[in-house]
């Protein structure tokens, strides 16, 4: 059973930031692709960044810049670094493997003004 855990977020000021972990376990970390998404309450959960297996990564427009994702496979981990955060950055977000149902409970952000 797959089993996602993340982590690492809060309440910061704009411009501020965080970096989010996510751990997973019960699945072959190495050759999948990771990604994060976000969430708030009544919309959809949106795609925020990926990293394929090679490294290879994908941001969407308003995160590029500020944002870096990252996976250290030996610890089954994948890091968000955000920077320069905005209010509008706020929301639960959760990481996922590419091509598998499974979330975590996600974490929640809060940038304040």
């Known amino acids: 059973q797959v089993q996602l855990v993340e982590s690492g977020g809060g309440l910061v000021q704009a411009g501020g930031s965080l970096t989010l972990s996510c751990v997973a376990s019960?699945?072959?970390?190495?050759?999948?692709?990771l990604a994060w998404y976000r969430q708030n309450p009544g919309k959809q959960r949106d795609l925020v960044a990926l990293i394929r297996s090679d490294g290879d990564t994908h941001y969407i427009d308003s995160v590029k810049g500020r944002f870096i994702i990252s996976r250290e496979n030996s610890k089954n981990t994948v890091h968000l670094q955000m920077n320069n955060l905005k209010p509008e950055d706020s929301a639960t977000y959760y990481c996922s493997i590419i091509g598998l149902p499974d979330w975590g409970q996600g974490t929640q952000v809060t940038v304040s003004a």
């Open positions: 019960g699945t072959i970390f190495t050759n999948v692709g």
